[in-house]
């Protein structure tokens, strides 16, 4: 028979503990969530940029189509007001008023605009006219709406 004896030292015990040296996975993952972070704040950035602008456009648009109503019914108003047919002819030594409403105006036929001619004839031969016409960017048949994203441009003619 063969003995195999194994030699160990004396009161060596169990292994000793040992100390992992630190392997810097923390720090990576602080890095990682703060370069995400910045990331995101830059995409939201741009997002809320381009979001306004997208508004921007639309809201020039509509003052467009405010405007250009406001200014087709002066223009109305001014082709019907020729002599010797003028359409708006206040009795002598009066002061009259209009009131027209046109709708379907603008580039989708949204728009509308509400226009007052008066002509003050008390001291003929002058008369005065003066012209004040409200266009808007939406509005039904009567020029009535409630969206509160409705704009109104005004223009005002004296002769």
């Not at 720090?27 to 939201?44: D, E, R, Y």
């Not at 509400?114 to 004839?121: F, G, L, Q, R, S």
Request: hydrophobic share 40%.
């Amino acid at each position: 028979m063969i003995k195999i004896i194994l030699k160990t030292k004396n009161n060596e015990g169990p292994a000793p503990h040992r100390r992992r040296k630190p392997s810097g996975a923390g720090f990576v993952m602080i890095f990682a969530v703060t370069i995400s972070s910045i990331l995101l704040a830059i995409a939201l950035g741009v997002g809320n940029i381009a979001l306004k602008e997208v508004k921007f456009g639309t809201s020039a648009k509509d003052t467009n189509n405010a405007f250009f109503a406001a200014d087709t019914v002066i223009e109305y108003v001014l082709f019907s007001d020729k002599p010797p047919s003028s359409s708006f002819v206040p009795a002598p030594g009066t002061k009259q008023s209009w009131n027209i409403i046109i709708s379907g105006l603008g580039s989708q036929g949204a728009s509308c605009a509400t226009v007052n001619v008066e002509k003050d004839n008390t001291n003929p031969p002058s008369t005065v006219t003066t012209i004040i016409s409200k266009g808007y960017n939406i509005g039904d048949a009567a020029c009535l709406s409630s969206n509160p994203d409705r704009i109104e441009r005004e223009l005002k003619v004296s002769y």
